[in-house]
């Protein structure tokens, strides 16, 4: 079965500060590996994902993700944060069927 | 970039009644759907795989009597809630898998049930 989990239930950052988004997933085979963000009462953005090949993958709105086999993790990064950035952020992991199974989320806020 | 569409955004229905809720994509075909639930802080959890001209493939624990879903076309299905309970409340989201372009799932912006 796969599973995913998210360490950090709530994260604050201070604006311009460094972000990292901690996932750990479970899965028998290649995975295939999701950052999702969503923005209160809204439907879920794809911010990057990875099936294969280089392992740093670089998303949407300046975030990029690292898939550590060895680890069985797949954290989401950004150098600099910006107040928009507050929302909740889901990993989610699946396969070639899309069914993919989400993480508890993170909710990060952005202090000024 | 590709649109998914909810429709309504917001329900509120009486304990008993039923309510549909429509995935729309509105500039891909999309051969496969999938439906989730969310609860208030929580992960979304799939209810099902909704294939376009055969039955929804349910998981394990989700009721299909009670949940039933249509994928009548390549641009939409539907989550018809039974006999909704205030225990059905909940967000409801869609995706829909593009098939032109490998790997793209697109969510729609949910939908919010509330049952009194």
């Known amino acids: 079965a796969q599973s995913v989990t998210q360490p950090d239930i709530h994260i604050t950052v201070s604006e311009g500060a460094s972000l990292e988004l901690r996932c750990n997933y479970s899965y028998g085979a290649t995975p295939y590996l999701f950052w999702y963000v969503q923005s209160p009462g809204q439907g879920l953005q794809l911010l990057l994902k990875y099936f294969s090949g280089d392992t740093l993958v670089q998303g949407i709105k300046g975030f990029e993700a690292e898939f550590k086999r060895s680890q069985s993790s797949f954290n989401l990064r950004k150098p600099s944060v910006h107040w928009s950035d507050a929302a909740e952020y889901f990993c989610a992991v699946g396969s070639n069927d899309y069914k993919l199974s989400f993480g508890a989320g993170t909710t990060v806020t952005v202090r000024a | 970039g590709a649109v998914v569409s909810q429709h309504p955004s917001w329900v509120i229905c009486k304990s008993g009644t039923s309510v549909k809720i429509e995935c729309r994509s509105l500039d891909f075909q999309a051969t496969t759907m999938f439906w989730y639930r969310q609860f208030p802080k929580q992960s979304l959890m799939l209810m099902a795989t909704?294939?376009?001209?055969?039955?929804?493939?349910?998981e394990q624990g989700v009721e299909k009597d009670k949940f039933l879903i249509n994928h009548a076309s390549l641009t939409l299905s539907t989550l018809t809630v039974t006999s909704a309970h205030p225990e059905d409340s909940s967000f409801y989201i869609c995706?829909?898998?593009?098939?032109?372009?490998?790997?793209?799932?697109?969510f729609g912006e949910g939908s919010r049930l509330t049952v009194l």
């Open positions: 995706s829909a898998l593009s098939g032109g372009r490998a790997g793209e799932l697109f």
């Open positions: 909704s294939n376009e001209g055969s039955k929804a493939t349910y």
